[in-house]
């Protein structure tokens, strides 16, 4: 049988004190972790709502692309009858024709003539909204201001044919707004300031009976019926 002495309760003792703890036994050690898990956390929280969705360099980006698309699809749609009746014509103090470019753009071809010490330009431009092949409009201009004025080849949709009834229907005196309402509207429209007083002329030429061709020209002054002519109308 082996003798072996046991160690005593002191000798016990003594031997323990001398062994340290396992660090992660400590309560410093777990505080640490603890520390690092909740920064940790609030980072990635930090990260998350930075590159999220709704973040503000997200909503920049969004931003800025519906603006950019908003450019893009902005398209210029022609000449129109509003902005044609718009332009004032008086020799003295009809629309200068720097506001007419400015509003209708650059003109697609413009010509000069000098009489005296009356300049004379003429600016046509050939983007007519709703428009035929070979549509435009045409202003004079007298000294930088404008005098006359005509488009042509406008496309109009009518519901019935103008023949010789819509013709005769036709009659002086009648105003501006009643050759509109029973006629619609034309496909020429051209007006001058002569001797002091507003001519125009409408030209219709679309869904009128008759051989090819087939037209008709109501003339009004001062805004009452003037005169007209017809051409191959049935």
């Known amino acids: 049988m082996n003798n072996y002495n046991l ?7 003594r031997t323990h004190k001398k062994q340290k703890k396992h660090f992660y036994k400590k309560w410093w050690f777990w505080s640490i972790i603890i520390i690092i898990l909740l920064t940790g956390g609030g980072l990635t929280g930090m990260k998350m709502t930075s590159m999220g969705p709704f973040s503000q360099s997200s909503s920049q980006k969004t931003t800025k692309k519906k ?5 893009n ?4 749609s022609g000449v129109t009858i509003p902005q044609y009746s718009g332009i004032y014509l008086n020799a003295e103090s009809g629309t200068p024709m720097e506001t007419v470019q400015q509003i209708l753009g ?6 000069t003539t000098t009489q005296g010490d009356t300049k004379t ?3 046509t431009w050939n983007n007519i909204k709703n428009g035929q092949l070979g549509s435009n409009m045409k202003v004079s201009f007298t000294n930088g201001h404008a005098v006359s004025k005509s488009i042509t080849g406008v496309k109009v949709n009518r519901e019935q044919k103008l023949g010789l009834d ?10 501006e707004d009643a050759i509109f309402t029973n006629l619609g509207r034309p496909n020429n429209y051209n007006e001058t300031i002569a001797s002091g007083k507003d001519v125009k002329e409408y030209t219709y030429s679309s869904g009128v009976k008759g051989n090819t061709g087939a037209n008709f020209i109501v003339t009004l002054t001062d805004g009452t019926v003037s005169g007209k002519s017809q051409t191959g109308i049935k």
């Open 67 to 71: 603006s950019s698309t908003k450019k």
């Open 166 to 175: 819509a013709y005769s229907s036709i009659q002086n005196g009648q105003s």
């Open 106 to 111: 650059k003109p697609s071809s413009t010509s």
């Open 121 to 123: 330009e003429i600016n």
């Open 7 to 13: 160690p005593t309760r002191a000798e016990y003792q």
């Open 73 to 76: 699809t902005k398209k210029k």
